[in-house]
């Protein structure tokens, strides 16, 4: 997948892999239909970081989560 181009299926694509990687237990909490192409590039940039990474502490954890918080449309 060529993550370079702004699309909405990149966008679900990099969300479900970060969820998938921090095995999100609350599915529901974390949807691709919460963000939108305008903070593609800082989604990005998340999901380089989960996706080098084999594990994760709690404090890690719970910053990616209120980042991608914070990178919600509002709805």
């Given at each position: 997948m060529d993550l370079s181009q702004k699309?909405?299926?990149?966008?679900?694509?990099m969300i479900e892999q970060i969820k998938e990687k921090l095995k999100v237990l609350n599915l529901g909490a974390i949807k691709p239909s919460h963000f939108n192409e305008e903070m593609y590039e800082e989604l990005k940039d998340i999901h380089t970081l989960v996706m080098k990474k084999n594990s994760f502490s709690p404090n890690e954890m719970q910053g990616i989560v209120e980042e991608l918080g914070s990178l919600r449309k509002n709805q």
């Open positions: 699309s909405v299926e990149n966008v679900e694509y």
